[in-house]
């Protein structure tokens, strides 16, 4: 039986954490790190509402092409790329808890979701990279001198094989922004954990 939960609010301890609210208000909406959009990094922590899936209705499923319809999950991405200025290309890649990554060369190469690996990164400006999380750690990297950004899924595995210091694909820079995952979901900040609950996507892309 489902526990009741706290009401969303725009709380201060949400601002305090570094956190906001893209589409407060509407169906589809999702939370963005604060510092990272400073810095030029368009970012993202996708929630289950406003969606055409059925999981268990109206749910925004943005990945598991193996378990959800295509239409679904095209339309649900389209619907999640309207919170977004300008335009975006989504991509993402079938998860495996790997220490692999995968380098996004170009918008051509960004259209493929096929690759197995754990972590995307780019210099490509207009490409969102995504990765799928549940109880793993999405963590999103921002490096202000080369304009590079990657989006990396960790679970145990990736997290004990060091996938988010892989120095030799995410080059990070002394200005680097290392943001992990989403705060931590609490009574203060007045989260109701079933939007999130089920896999959630984090996405960052480039200046």
Not at 80 to 89: A, M, V
Not at 94 to 116: G, Y
Request: aromatic share 8%.
């Amino acid at each position: 039986m489902s526990m009741p939960m706290e009401i969303i609010t725009e709380s201060t301890e949400l601002q305090r954490a570094g956190f906001a609210w893209r589409g407060a208000g509407g169906a589809v909406r999702a939370l963005y790190c604060q510092a990272l959009e400073r810095e030029g990094f368009t970012n993202g922590f996708s929630t289950r509402t406003g969606g055409t899936s059925l999981m268990p209705h109206d749910a925004l499923n943005l990945a598991g092409f193996n378990e959800d319809e295509a239409e679904n999950i095209h339309e649900n991405r389209r619907r999640f790329l309207q919170l977004f200025d300008g335009d975006w290309t989504l991509t993402a890649v079938w998860q495996m808890h790997s220490a692999d990554i995968r380098v996004v060369c170009d918008l051509k190469d960004a259209r493929s979701d096929e690759e197995r690996c754990d972590a995307l990164v780019t210099d490509v400006p207009g490409i969102l990279l995504a990765v799928k999380s549940a109880d793993c750690v999405p963590v999103l990297l921002g490096d202000v001198r080369p304009g590079g950004c990657a989006a990396v899924h960790a679970g145990w595995r990736g997290t004990f094989a060091h996938i988010a210091a892989r120095k030799d694909a995410l080059r990070p820079a002394r200005e680097i922004i290392l943001l992990e995952a989403l705060p931590q979901f609490d009574a203060e900040l007045g989260f109701r954990r079933e939007l999130f609950e089920g896999d959630s996507l984090a996405f960052a892309g480039c200046p």
